[in-house]
């Protein structure tokens, strides 16, 4: 399904990515951990071409962008509509309504008429338990509520892989719940996901395969129970044991 091989990835003289190499199946969620500057967000944008590596392979299902030579923008374009990305924020139009947010990428980008668009919308808001917020604006909104509006969004380019960049962290801790729910309502689903997060009980309950990363390498990855309670590097180990 995703395929990385030899991926790295420098802002200036500085190497963040080395060298990585991951495959995910389809239908399985992996789990990227590790401390802050360690890469793992990075890797994610790398994935969907926000961030544009410096070498390495890139394949998801037929399609594949080799960055080991010249990339075209349109090459790019097209293999980004593969991915749905949920950021931090939720970088949501505040001009425009949950719904309003939903459809302009179906207008815009699928091409669809303003009456198809509101249907796959209010289904999508519907499946992330907004149905009755979707005449409201952002503001008018809670955190959670805009973020799973973010999800919906993203959901409504029918993307083969999502991709989450700590969803939940900007969020009040009251507000998280209801966003990881969405998220594992879509696992149940066997949606592809790769997710860069700090919710380990997520990662524990949820992931198909934990990653740990440092340094812009991968260091350790295997089955939540292995990493979580029998972790076999000293740097996961030391990792791990400052959240407890």
Do not use: W
Request: with cysteine; net charge negative; glycine share 10%.
């Amino acid at each position: 399904m995703i395929s990385i091989q030899g991926l790295r990835k420098s802002f200036g003289s500085m190497e963040v990515i080395k060298n990585v190499d991951l495959d995910i199946e389809q239908g399985k969620v992996v789990v990227i951990i590790g401390p802050s500057g360690s890469g793992k967000s990075t890797l994610l944008r790398c994935l969907n071409v926000l961030e544009t590596p410096n070498g390495g392979i890139i394949s998801i299902d037929d399609q594949q962008l080799d960055f080991n030579k010249s990339v075209s923008k349109k090459a790019i374009g097209a293999f980004r509509q593969l991915t749905g990305m949920v950021f931090q924020g939720y970088n949501l139009f505040p001009h425009l309504t949950a719904m309003g947010n939903v459809t302009e990428g179906l207008t815009t980008v699928k091409g669809q008429s303003k009456k198809e668009a509101e249907k796959t919308a209010g289904q999508l808001l519907a499946k992330v338990g907004l149905a009755d917020h979707k005449e409201k604006y952002p503001y008018q909104l809670s955190g959670g509520q805009e973020q799973r509006v973010a999800i919906a969004r993203a959901l409504a380019m029918d993307p083969k892989v999502m991709l989450f960049d700590e969803p939940t962290s900007a969020l009040d801790p009251e507000l998280v719940n209801e966003v990881l729910r969405v998220m594992k309502d879509l696992a149940h689903e066997g949606m592809t996901m790769a997710v860069v997060t700090h919710e380990m009980r997520f990662a524990q309950e949820v992931a198909d395969e934990v990653i740990f990363i440092d340094g812009g390498v991968i260091v350790e990855r295997g089955a939540p129970a292995d990493i979580f309670n029998n972790p076999q590097h000293e740097r996961t180990k030391k990792f791990l044991s400052l959240l407890q």
